[in-house]
């Protein structure tokens, strides 16, 4: 082993014992780790729930039993396609973002090359398999929140138990 490789390894091995992540810095430090099949990502319950059923009637048909299944998905996946904009980041703001995707970008890459054969690697180990699985999780609570909202709109629940509806004219437009 190189001397190099072993302070790269140590460090690797540290960020391994912390919890996984998928995405920043510590995600791209372990991604060896997680081609190796050693770190995964924990795919939220509701997420598996959702994956069991997710056209299932939910628990509590009311609105606020809605809101509250929605708000847990919320929780676990990414901002839906009605969620409110954020304010407009600053021009540093936005720098600082596109600074830090960068490092974050090139930190996964090298860490990906510390692997030979990775395609091969990821397959054998089943780290392949895992990702698919928190794919196909994370497809079936996109499909259940839009499901629920569906529900609640039918119902004329107001957000977040059925979809926002977004400004005809915009944030920040005028007529």
Known sequence: MKPICLPVAAL??????????????????????????????????????????????????????????VKQLD????????????????????GRTEAGGAAVGAVRHTAEGLIPFRGWVRKLSGAERHSRLV?????????????LKGLGQARGCPPPAAPRIPDPVGPGKKD
């Open 12 to 69: 690797l091995a540290l960020a391994a014992c912390s919890k996984p992540e998928t995405s920043g810095l510590k995600g791209a430090a372990t991604t060896p780790l997680s081609d190796l099949n050693l770190v995964k990502a924990k795919i939220p319950p509701v997420l598996l729930a959702a994956q069991k059923a997710p056209y299932g009637p939910p628990l509590d048909p009311t609105c606020e039993g809605l809101a509250a299944e």
């Open 75 to 94: 929780a676990a996946l990414a901002p839906d396609l009605d969620a409110p904009p954020t304010a407009d980041p600053t021009l540093a703001e936005r």
């Open 135 to 147: 794919a196909e999780a994370i497809a079936a609570g996109i499909v259940r929140r839009a499901y």
